[in-house]
């Protein structure tokens, strides 16, 4: 499923008034679908909402919500204009606002009168915000902030077109003082800001309005964002060969695990047996061995030498070395340790790997202190950092990856030649062979428990195993963990679920697949 920036759907628009619609045809249709859309929802309600409030920009989603009160207008109910910021700017948005005038639709000058603006949207049963629309940039205003507030505050169902006015369309900042709305509704197809936290917080539900821009219009942008559903995710897994046996499925090395984290080794093979792997083979310290052996049952163990940490020693390389040859995709790094020792088991793993290879947790510390580990890559390597790992691996501070992860996950993936999984919400996959970024649209803050990236990455580890390319391996990897954790929040809570809960509920999720 597309994303489009600012940019790419203005592109969209601009080729569409060229060869298809008008830009006044596609605001008449914009308005129309948004207001079908804002009926369907409010006549399926028991109270009867008939006094609708439009709140109007100066530019084309102000346009927009002009029409939207004239067709509430035709259909017999209330409606009143607040113009936000002034007479309309766009020939467009003049020509939809004198219709709106024509027929005799009440209007308020926010500028004018602020006191009967602010009490006409406080008696709404219906508010309808038309005023930044996908351009926004900055910060809002003053003199708007009241206004906004009172809109975000308004006791009737609140809506806004396209983007919640003062949220930024390509990134997941909003204006502290923006509008938080009940349901947005998309115009054509969804923006980042729809699903990317904490912008999708103040979207509310999202509703898709087809305006009719025709498909060749898509065609002609490069775009450089994308989502999955469901079906999508199930549409990148090929179907199971009746006739297989579990050497189809691949074979999964798993290094992980010391003396002071062994669960998170187990939650990683766990997680890569539930994801339909064929064969797990753990690697740990001989520390774990009776640690490992009891919780599992279905993998094959691989027990090396250890150093005084209880982590991996180098002295275990050539017997790691000797067995690389066996496995389809390896996973390196949950509960590893940071170490000489431990540095060197991964420097002879990324430098002798013929296979994909999973870098997370330590061993995402591990190449932070030296980054000399991951030149001349000759294989596919997967990041998995959540952002205090990729601020460690960055240098950049956590809080402005959190600002644009889009931004430095793909900078990142492009320097460096890995593909990298920016854990979190929403989580972003970067590719280093490709421009476009997936935005992850699954999940809840009940993964925020430690063991939950092992689980990730146990699942992400499997898919690579069975054959997945790895952008794919990645993007199916974290909706399903998320998806899971979705299902999980509905039947029990947020709070009560544990990674191991993810784990179990693989297989549930799977029958969907099948």
């Known amino acids: 499923m597309r994303l489009l920036n600012c940019d790419e759907m203005k ?5 569409t008034a060229k060869y298809g619609l008008s830009y006044q045809r596609m605001m008449e ?6 207001t079908r859309n804002i009926r369907n929802i409010i006549e399926n309600d028991k109270t009867r909402r008939r006094n609708i409030v439009v709140v109007c920009g100066k530019g084309n989603n ?3 919500g002009f029409v939207v009160a004239r067709k509430f207008a035709e259909n017999g109910y209330n409606v009143t204009i607040v113009l936000a910021s002034g007479y309309p700017g766009s020939p467009e948005a003049e020509y939809m606002y004198k219709m709106a005038v024509d027929i005799a639709i009440p209007t308020v000058w926010y500028d004018a009168d602020r006191m009967k603006a602010v009490q006409t949207v406080r008696g709404a049963d219906v508010v309808v915000d038309a005023i930044f629309g996908f351009s926004f940039y900055g910060s809002i205003s003053e003199d708007m902030k009241q206004l906004i507030s009172e809109m975000s505050g308004a006791k009737g169902l609140k809506f806004a077109i396209d983007i919640p006015s003062g949220v930024y369309c390509d990134s997941g900042y909003c204006d502290p003082n923006c509008f938080v709305a009940d349901y947005t509704i998309a115009i054509s197809a969804l923006k980042p800001a729809h699903i990317v936290h904490p912008a999708s917080d103040c979207c509310g539900d999202i509703i898709i309005a087809n305006i009719g821009i025709p498909e060749e219009s898509y065609n002609f942008i490069n775009n450089s964002m994308y989502t999955y559903n469901k079906t999508e995710i199930g549409n990148l897994f090929p179907e199971r060969d009746p006739c297989a046996h579990k050497g189809t499925f691949g074979h999964l090395l798993s290094i992980c695990g010391s003396k002071a984290m ?33 919780k599992l049952t279905e993998t094959l163990f691989m027990p090396l030498s250890e150093n005084e940490k209880g982590t991996l020693g180098a002295a275990c390389v050539e017997a790691l070395l000797s067995s690389l040859d066996k496995f389809d995709a390896i996973l390196i790094g ?8 431990t540095e060197a088991v991964l420097k002879a793993v990324l430098e002798n790997a013929k296979v994909p290879v999973i870098v997370d947790a330590d061993a995402l510390n591990i190449v932070a202190g030296n980054m000399s580990l991951i030149e001349d890559l000759t294989i596919p390597v997967i990041f998995t950092p959540h952002p205090g790992e990729m601020s460690t691996l960055t240098g950049v501070q956590t809080s402005l990856i959190q600002a644009d992860r889009v931004l430095y996950a793909g900078q990142f993936s492009k320097e460096h030649g890995v593909y990298v999984v920016l854990k ?43 054959g997945l390319r790895p952008v ?3 993007d199916a990897a974290v909706y399903i963990h998320g998806f899971c954790a979705d299902v999980l929040a509905d039947r029990y809570s947020k709070t009560g679920m544990l990674p191991s809960d993810v784990i179990d509920e693989l297989r549930e999720v799977f029958a969907d697949f099948e």
């Open 11 to 15: 592109q969209v628009e601009k080729y």
């Open 29 to 34: 249709n914009a308005g129309a679908a948004c």
């Open 62 to 64: 102000g346009g927009d």
């Open 262 to 294: 062994p669960g998170a080794a187990v939650l990683a093979a766990k997680a890569a047996l539930r994801s339909g792997v064929g064969l797990v083979t753990c690697a740990f310290p001989e520390c774990l061995y009776q640690t490992m052996t009891s």
């Open 334 to 341: 949950c509960g590893l340790g940071v170490n000489e020792d």
């Open 424 to 466: 979190g919400s929403n989580t972003v996959v970067a590719s280093p062979d490709s421009d476009r970024i997936y935005i992850n649209a699954s999940g809840n803050n009940g993964l925020s428990k430690g063991g939950s990236g092992d689980v990730l990455a146990g699942i992400l580890s499997a898919f690579c195993a069975r």
């Open 472 to 474: 794919d391996a990645a």
